[in-house]
Nanobody
């Protein structure tokens, strides 16, 4: 069973940076799709960025140019480098792995990111 462990959240001032990490365990195969979603208080969970094991990326318009998603296929680990953070980036960030090609979808436990103004 694939499990995800996230790390790297915290409190940062506006304009600062944070790097999130998410390590997958429980599989010997490279996971096709990995990504990050976030959920702010009172709002629905939304996509932040995704990346395939071939390196194809997709970003939400709100984070383009500020966030960078990357991954280590050998370690099944995905990263989210967040720069120029804004208060509206405050949310619980969830790692996501899997999809139609993988045959499953799993979520991490979430990590809090708080950006102060």
């Amino acid at each position: 069973q694939v499990q995800l462990v996230e790390s790297g959240g915290g409190l940062v001032q506006a304009g600062g940076s944070l790097r999130l990490s998410c390590a997958a365990s429980g599989t010997d195969f490279s996971i096709n799709d990995m990504g990050w979603y976030r959920q702010a208080p009172g709002k629905q969970r939304e996509l932040v960025a995704t990346i395939t094991n071939g390196g194809t990326t997709h970003y939400a318009d709100s984070v383009k140019g500020r966030f960078t998603i990357s991954r280590d296929n050998l370690e099944n680990t995905v990263y989210l480098q967040m720069n120029s953070l804004k208060p509206e980036d405050t949310a619980v960030y969830y790692c996501n792995a899997g999809g139609p090609l993988d045959g499953y979808v799993v979520w991490g436990q979430g990590t809090q990111v708080t950006v102060s103004s």
